[in-house]
């Protein structure tokens, strides 16, 4: 079955080059979003397999809640982040991350290990 992805990304330049990794690794994309207010209804829709995650959002919005509507739904999810772990809140540290800049080689390997 192919994975349905859900994007988490602020920039549209980036999330549009995700989705065209994303595309190009044989999985769909499940929606993009830019905030909370726009993932949690996708998230909830039980239309998504696996999620990339950005960690700093518009406006200074963490991806905090997404990430625990995920969890809780029991959906695996990556953290996207240029930072360090220590940028990830404490509850959610364990999880992959994928490191900024983005390559179609990183992205694979992040949603290989979802």
Do not use: Y
């Not at 080059?17 to 909370?36: I, K, N, Y």
Request: hydrophobic content about 45%.
């Amino acid at each position: 079955m192919t994975k349905r992805v859900l994007i988490v990304e602020d920039e549209p330049l980036i999330a549009m080059m995700l989705e065209d990794f994303v595309d190009a690794l044989g999985r769909s994309c499940a929606g993009t979003a830019d905030c909370s207010a726009e993932a949690l209804p996708l998230v909830e829709s039980g239309a998504v397999d696996c999620a990339i995650l950005d960690v700093n959002l518009r406006g200074g919005e963490k991806s905090w809640a997404i990430a625990d509507a995920l969890e809780t739904a029991g959906i695996p999810f990556v953290f996207a982040t240029g930072g360090t772990s220590d940028t990830i809140v404490e509850r959610h540290r364990d999880r992959p991350q994928l490191m900024k800049p983005f390559t179609m080689e990183g992205v694979q390997r992040a949603l290989d290990r979802l």
